[in-house]
């Protein structure tokens, strides 16, 4: 049986190749922008700030749960948190159930707060972990030795059933999100993991108590497309490559659950420029995620490539905005868009 630890290393080999991208557009493409020839601001005070938890954060960019739990994890995770505590982005540490299992572990994931003491950092565990609830002691352990602001649950019954060795059952998943709701005081975010959250889904969701829906939809990581590269080719079932709702359906069904729920809507899931961003937010979603470009940034050129991703992207939004006659993040709306013929 492939060792945990192994797997969260291969996944983060993997995931930098196209290959493991999905073919299947997120949606963001079916769009352009109501170009604004009379915009009326002054580029120099656009801001490209926004919320998510009541807390402000100078750009609307939650750098999703990727790494921890084996020793190349840390200086990663280090890289993350500082970039973080820097530039004030909130992030999520990986799966932190390697470190249930092995407290010695803890270490590669606890790394963040000593880089990051004021930074938002959530914890992560998976659905599967919450079948029958997770012990107190164990959600302890979780949350402090990050001290987190909040706790993200991944949802990946796609990517657990490409596994020869993943989960089977997960049959009991809300009860133990419905647990966790009570047994913690900080905020719960619930996230897929590339394969997307249908409205019915979000409202049972919902319903357990979780505060943030992070759509995490179909796009750009295919998870299936990573658990086939790592078995056999006897093994592998490319059937379910392109398995998910894209990222953008995602986003218009739970922005129309919005009108009579309370909650946060994150827009992940191919999230790869400024221009997905600004047309996430324009869709309503209230904040966004991103994986991958982040992940092959640091592989590529460590701390200074990130800088240059996230530079990029935050010019490429303050132009965006300015185009659209707009000052903040706040302000964009439906009207920004318009469906290519
Ligand atoms: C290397 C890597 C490791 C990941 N590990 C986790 C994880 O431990 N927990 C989790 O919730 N999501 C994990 N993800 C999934 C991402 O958080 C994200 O939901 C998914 O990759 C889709 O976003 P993207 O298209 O921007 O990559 C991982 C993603 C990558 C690229």
Redesign the pocket.
């Known amino acids: 049986m492939t060792d945990i630890r192994d797997r ?1 290393k291969d ?2 080999e993997l ?1 930098v190749t196209d290959g493991t991208q999905y073919q299947t557009p997120t949606g963001f493409d079916q769009f352009y922008f109501n170009h604004n020839a009379l915009p009326e601001v002054d580029h120099g005070q656009v801001s490209t700030s926004a919320t998510f938890l009541g807390r402000t954060f100078d750009f609307p960019l939650f750098i ?5 739990g084996y020793a190349d994890a840390g200086p990663v995770n280090a890289i993350i948190a500082e970039f973080c505590e820097t530039e004030n982005l909130p992030f ?1 540490v ?2 932190q159930r390697a470190m249930l299992e092995d407290e010695s572990l803890t270490d590669t994931f606890s790394i963040v707060r000593s880089k990051a003491p004021n930074a938002f950092i959530a914890s ?1 565990i998976g659905g599967a972990q919450l079948i029958g609830g997770l012990k107190k002691k164990l959600l302890k352990r979780l949350t402090e030795s990050i001290e987190a602001n909040a706790v ?1 649950v ?1 949802l ?1 019954p796609l990517q657990e059933l490409m596994q020869p060795e993943g989960d089977r059952n997960f049959k009991g998943i809300l009860n133990g999100i419905e647990q966790l709701v009570s047994d913690t005081k900080l905020p719960v975010i619930v ?4 394969a997307g959250i249908s409205e019915h889904t979000a409202r049972r969701l919902l319903n357990a108590g979780a505060q943030v829906i ?1 759509v ?1 939809g179909a ?3 295919s ?1 299936a497309k990573v658990e086939n590269y790592r078995t056999s080719n006897k093994t592998a079932n490319h059937s379910f490559d392109e398995w998910g709702i894209p990222t953008v359906e995602c986003i218009l069904e739970l922005s129309r659950l919005e009108w009579e729920r309370s909650f946060e809507i994150v827009a ?4 790869r420029n400024a221009f997905d961003i600004a047309k996430a937010l324009s869709l309503g979603a209230h904040f966004t ?5 982040v ?1 092959k940034a640091i592989k590529e050129d460590g701390y200074e490539g990130l800088q240059q991703l996230y530079t990029t992207w935050k010019n490429d939004l303050k132009t965006i905005l300015t185009l659209l006659g707009h000052t903040n993040t706040n302000e964009l709306n439906h009207s920004d868009l318009k469906r290519k013929a």
């Open positions: 969260k996944h983060v995931t999703s749960s990727m790494t921890g999520g990986g799966s992560n993200i991944h990946n996230k897929e993991t590339g992070d995490a796009g750009g990581t998870w992940s899931g191919g999230i995620a991103s994986a991958q470009p992940i």
